[in-house]
């Protein structure tokens, strides 16, 4: 996430008909389109090297989103922040 002045992390979920949508929102640094493509491949970090972590983490969510028949995409701008969504099924 970096090092904004004033740090937030926002979580919402909506259901929308059969689904859920579920997003994790932050003001952080954002991430570099360069990247994007990558983020969901195992051993993936792109975090400055302090705050890096071993690559795992949205490699695995993405794993379980598609086992469950959903979705998940990122949407970015470098110095506002990033969005997580996740698409599930309601079951």
């Known amino acids: 996430m970096g090092t904004p002045p004033r740090p937030r992390i926002e979580v919402s979920v909506v259901e929308q008909g059969e689904v859920h949508l579920i997003v994790v929102r932050d003001n952080g640094?954002?991430?570099?389109?360069?990247?994007?493509?990558?983020?969901?491949?195992?051993?993936?970090?792109?975090?400055?090297?302090?705050?890096?972590?071993?690559?795992?983490?949205?490699?695995?969510?993405?794993?379980?989103?598609?086992?469950?028949?959903?979705?998940?995409?990122?949407?970015?701008?470098l110095g506002k922040g990033t969005a997580f969504h996740v698409r599930l099924p309601r079951r």
């Open 29 to 77: 640094c954002g991430i570099d389109p360069a990247h994007r493509h990558r983020i969901f491949e195992p051993f993936q970090s792109f975090g400055s090297t302090r705050s890096r972590g071993a690559g795992m983490g949205l490699a695995i969510v993405k794993k379980i989103v598609e086992k469950r028949g959903g979705r998940i995409w990122v949407e970015s701008e």
